[in-house]
């Protein structure tokens, strides 16, 4: 019982921080539409995307980033939430998390947890906002990406967790945008079909297979158009996994942060 | 010493460099321990390994009976700490931040409610519930952190430095009211780097270099000198 008033704390302090925070649900939207609408229309002409699954006719290029940047949403949120550990004024919040008296790996999933509760609200939106353009899914489709995009924020926020354990000199978030996030988002499939990439670079195309970016957005995807794409399912629970693990392992009193100084 | 701490043989490096070396304390319920040391003497580190944020090797820790290494979740349940880092929701209210600390050590409801209320009556801070941490001063925030390390009725309260920038008469006020928290029973374990903040009934423990280096109440070590100039002899000493 006390873990389940626990994990419901901790996902309502993160849904009223976030709602709270006037700047950072703007930012986090501003970010995924500037890409819709300015950039998506840039390429528009440049871009020319053949019928791949699971569209059944030619789309627009808008169509095809929609569910890279619900991935995107996904991936700047897991990271920034996890990796806002390593400061000053939320690690100070982690401490305390860290010294209730649960299992550390279950504190650690309620804390991935309410990261996920925060990505699916502000995919919500986005996807509101992107209807309200033009840009429509199928109905069932809006009720199968909500566990889709869920999957891709506990995997994403996982990694940033397992990275703020690991890494130990995160100087800023800068470091983390150029080394992590940038690479992730753009050796995957958010922005183009990896055919297109192949076609340039077969090399790169190889990377963007096995980046699991890449997996949590067709998997989006296929979600959005009421699919399941069981790879992509299987890629990205099995990196959400190995992800966890591994932030469980780092956060370990006995071990990962142990190195690290008071 | 069922009720109290006691730490024993406690040993923890850093890679190759000694961080605390044997430490050997105990504080008893109803006893206001302070731990003094200078800055880098291994206070935080110590802190840490109380609250489990690092797992020692070598020594034992007992938290109201309780080992902490076997009994992990028993031991944290009977501790209050206050960090040295702030570690409040500045975005949240008074009363969400206590709601929510409540909530890690299994208390909701209108039982958390309460005893959110009461610790805000005790620091005389009732009437600040629904304002948001931000809006505190210095002082009050500090004295919200108490409050929220008291709501689960701990056995032992753990404060690291937890005065340091605030003012003069706020940190007279903070350090009486722990000093009251003892006397009703509380044991305390206040580190700090002041020396004007240990009275001279208080035990202390001088910590220096990861050792403990003068151990008993305050007006036995001090003698018929002053505390600042024994710490200052004890620590330049060791130097």
Known sequence: ?262 | MAEGLEISGLSYRYGAKSALDDIELSVPAGRFCALLGPNGAGKSTLFALLTRLFVARNGMIRIAGHDLARQPRAALARIGVVFQQPTLDLDLTVRRNLLYFAALHGLSGRAADLRAAEVLERLNMAERAQEPARNLNGGHRRRMEIARALIHRPAVLLLDEPTVGLDAATRLAITGHVHDLADAGLAVLWATHLTDEVAPGDQLAILHRGRICAQGTARDLTGAGSLQDRFLALTEAAA
């Open chain 1, 1 to 262: 019982m006390s873990w389940l008033i626990a994990l419901r704390a901790i996902l309502h302090r993160e849904a009223l921080r976030f709602l709270g925070q006037r700047g950072r649900l703007v930012a986090a939207l501003v970010r995924p539409l500037v890409w819709l609408f300015v950039f998506a229309a840039g390429f528009r002409a440049a871009l020319g995307l053949s019928i791949i699954p699971p569209y059944q006719t030619y789309i627009t290029y808008e169509t095809y980033i929609l569910p890279g940047l619900c991935g995107m949403i996904c991936l700047f949120n897991g990271m920034q939430s996890s990796l806002s550990l390593v400061y000053d004024r939320e690690m100070g919040s982690m401490r305390l998390l860290l010294t209730a008296p649960l299992p550390r790996w279950w504190l650690l999933l309620s804390k991935l947890a309410a990261g996920m509760l925060v990505s699916l609200l502000q995919v919500a939106l986005f996807l509101g906002i992107a209807a309200l353009w033009g840009l429509r899914a199928p109905a069932i489709g809006y009720l199968a990406v909500l566990p889709a995009a869920g999957l891709a924020g506990l995997m994403l926020g996982a990694m940033g967790l397992m990275l703020s354990s690991l890494i130990r000199q995160l100087e800023n978030f800068a470091g983390v945008m150029n080394f992590v996030i940038f690479p992730m988002f753009f050796l995957s499939s958010a922005l183009y079909p990896i055919w297109k990439m192949r076609e340039a670079n077969p090399a790169l195309a190889r990377l963007c297979e096995v980046n699991p970016f890449t997996h949590a957005v067709e998997l989006i995807r296929f979600a959005l158009y009421g699919q399941l794409n069981l790879p992509a399912l299987g890629w990205t629970v099995l990196a959400t996994a190995l992800f966890s693990a591994a932030a469980v392992w780092g956060y370990d009193p006995a071990r990962g942060v142990q190195n690290r100084r008071a």
